[in-house]
């Protein structure tokens, strides 16, 4: 139910505002941490969780020409640009009224002719886009979808979206609490609350583009919910199973091995531990051209945040993957993705042809997030690199990737090809229950794998077995200790255990000899 607070707080939050600012008798430059705070306790409750859900979604259901100006809206959305300088804006206005979010533009005409410099204040301008790569389920949950009339949106610059061509909704965001806007980074996912308005991009140009404006106030950055999983190890046996079955034509070895690389993540920046790069070889070419496997189905149907990408020579010398300044103004790139993203790359539409320039830099690109996690942004007398947590499988027909190294391959081994084709609705195979336990466990292990550690004992044990595995096999060296450990480590997070056990290692072992048998 909602308060009445509440609806005051919807429905006239300017008048909200200025309340605030005649309480604390027009503040200082810490008003609009006031503001902040006031809208953060109403609706980023940590008890109620859906209290932001109260306010309309800004999405592409409700595009901003859906609402009025000065409606109060969330949006859930990725921050793409942060580049844009500082702006100023009248913070008090005559008769002791508030200035800013949107209330000082109409009125500063008003004022005295000589405003007074103590009177203005800096904010900061960002851009923010709807989350690239964000799984339809996931967004369902957020903003359940109602039928509308509304025309398609048109956003007003497509080119800061990191995925050509596909609708989304591009904002200008004002924070005036400058504090709170310095934790936010690019492609950080955040949830905006602000008070919708529109305006030319620059004043300075006359043919300025009309944009959405959020005068933001307050925002809270994504933080996964971690759910409660019982018998964690009936819900993996029964995912790897379904992967196994309806994903990778029931191939259980590659089906281990794809949820290891899906329950990975970053949680820590030593080489040795960032998620592993996955390459499923010996993959069937699909029947028909631009045919996805039933396998991107079922990552997006099991992922809050996934993306394909079905690469051709074409794609790669044309399409931009890393974010590019042009003009002083950030073009997108196909990785400008979020933290957790997982990307399938599809190498079917490879033929044999000429890799331009552009193409060597998106394939140098890809490889430096599978090898390092980070990722380069061209700006015009030098490169920023960024750091990133995306995870890469890459499915390749031949015996390896033809474009990448990855620090998994995993030859695939089914019956026939066509059944990893399926048109089907993948719903059909799998109750909708299930998917969200999927889901939910999914989560939990991504959570798990960064606090996983070996105990003295277990460690001794390594040990003591590894020098008995070089004993025997002089081609054995200290990386494949080193890999052997870190895939250990997300075979525990996996069982939702936090200690690297004996049997663990054990099971570790057998994976990867198995995995080693089919590379011969």
Known sequence: MVSPQTIDEISNPTRVIQRLYDRDSGSDDSFPSVVT??????????????????????????????????????????????????????????????????????????????????????????????????????????????????????????????????????????????????????????????????????????????????????????????????????????????????????????AEWLLLQLTSRVHSRAASLLPPSLTISNFPHPPQPDMLPIISHALSDLLPQYMVIPLSLELLNTKAFIPESRNEDLHSGYLQLPSGTTTLLTESGVQKGRVVEKGLINIRAMQEIMNSQTLE??????????????????????????????????????STGNILYRSNDIHDFLPSEKLKSFRAYIASCRTVNGRVHVSEATSKYIQEDFVDQRRKDKTVTADDLIHLMKMARLLAASSLLDEVTIEIWEETKALEAGRKTRLV
Request: charged share 20%; hydrophobic share 35%.
């Open 37 to 254: 705070d006031h809208f953060s306790a109403i609706f980023f409750k940590p008890d109620d969780p859906d209290a932001v859900n109260q306010l309309p979604s800004l999405d592409l259901h409700y595009p901003p020409e859906s609402y009025a100006s000065g409606t109060l809206v969330r949006f859930s959305s990725m921050i793409q640009d942060t580049s844009s300088s500082p702006e100023l804006y009248l913070a008090k206005l005559g008769d002791r009224k508030c200035g800013g979010w949107g209330m000082s533009s109409s009125q500063v005409d008003q004022t005295s002719d000589s405003v007074e410099y103590s009177d203005l204040l800096e904010l900061t301008t960002m851009w923010a886009v709807s989350v690239p790569g964000e799984s339809p389920w996931h967004a369902e949950e957020a903003s359940p979808y109602v039928p509308t009339s509304f025309p398609p949106h048109v956003p007003p610059r497509p080119h800061k979206f990191p995925i050509p061509e596909i609708p989304h909704i591009g904002v200008q965001v004002k924070i005036y609490d400058n504090a709170s806007a310095q934790i936010l980074r690019t492609t950080d996912v955040v949830t905006f609350i602000g008070i919708l308005s529109s305006e030319p991009l620059s004043s300075e140009l006359e043919s300025s583009v009309e944009v959405p404006i959020l005068h933001v106030i307050c925002h809270k950055a994504a933080a996964p919910d971690i759910p409660h999983i019982p018998e964690p190890h009936n819900v993996r046996r029964e995912l790897v199973d379904w992967l196994s079955k309806y994903a990778l034509g029931d191939d259980d070895l590659a």
């Open 377 to 414: 942004y061209a700006f015009p007398f030098s490169n920023f690199t960024f750091q990133t947590d995306i995870s890469v499988i890459v499915l390749a027909e031949g015996r390896k990737s033809a474009l990448f190294q990855t620090s998994l391959n995993v030859p695939l081994q089914c």
